[in-house]
T-cell receptor, first 108, second 114 residues
Framework: DAKTTQPNSMESNEEEPVHLPCNHS???????IHWYRQLPSQGPEYVIH???SNVNNRMASLAIAEDRKSSTLILHRATLRDAAVYYC?????????FGKGTLLTVNP | DAGVTQSPTHLIKTRGQQVTLRCSPI?????VSWYQQVLGQGPQFIFQ???????GRGNFPDRFSARQFPNYSSELNVNALLLGDSALYLC?????????????FGEGSWLTVV
């Protein structure tokens, strides 16, 4: 299974925007892009998902490249509670394919 | 509303034993999936069930099996446990097949095999 590619770690300051990149160059036309985040000893928490258009919700925004080979999760104002491992995943008809994720550190 | 619930939260088993993990999906959700997450890695897909039928299976040995009940709850069984089966086992539910649906995960069952 082709997985997504993300930086191992990123750092941000509190109240600043954060842009988390993801490459999914082999994504098929019907695969959705989902983002999750996970705190230690907890299950993954849903953040956002989309197919082609940019998506917004109360937690974040998802910007999807026109060729769909990459996407960016945008946290508009990082808080200390946003520190977590962020996973960019691709969904086929029956499963999510996870990579190793990006560890986001938020500095006060 | 209750989210995806899993039981037990933690358990310790001995090599060679068998384990059963349980999952209750969000009310109204008909699709349940199981994932294995070892330390430092992202979750790996094991099974997906929709309307009580297996719709997908990941690259796991036949020691792993699952089923979905008429109330859409699910069980994951692992036989002949190996040390390498130690992991966080996650259940996820969605309204229908994965694709564009929002998929919600439970908090997981921590399995330690000694």
């Amino acid at each position: 299974d082709a997985k997504t590619t993300q930086p191992n770690s990123m750092e941000s300051n509190e109240e600043e925007p954060v842009h988390l990149p993801c490459n999914h160059s082999t994504i098929s036309g019907t695969d959705y892009i989902h983002w999750y985040r996970q705190l230690p000893s907890q299950g993954p928490e849903y953040v956002i998902h989309g197919l082609t258009s940019n998506v917004n919700n109360r937690m974040a925004s998802l910007a999807i490249a026109e060729d769909r080979k990459s996407s960016t999760l945008i946290l508009h104002r990082a808080t200390l509670r946003d520190a977590a491992v962020y996973y960019c995943t691709r969904s086929s008809n029956y499963k999510l394919t996870f990579g190793k994720g990006t560890l986001l550190t938020v500095n006060p | 509303d209750a989210g995806v619930t899993q039981s037990p939260t933690h358990l310790i088993k001995t090599r060679g034993q068998q384990v059963t993990l349980r999952c209750s999906p969000i009310s109204g959700h008909k699709s349940v999936s199981w994932y294995q997450q070892v330390l430092g890695q992202g979750p790996q897909f094991i099974f997906q069930y929709y309307e009580k039928e297996e719709r997908g299976r990941g690259n796991f040995p036949d020691r792993f099996s699952a089923r979905q009940f008429p109330n859409y709850s699910s069980e994951l069984n692992v036989n002949a446990l190996l040390l390498g089966d130690s992991a966080l086992y996650l259940c996820a539910s969605s309204l229908a097949l994965v694709s564009g649906n929002t998929i919600y995960f439970g908090e997981g069952s921590w399995l330690t095999v000694v």
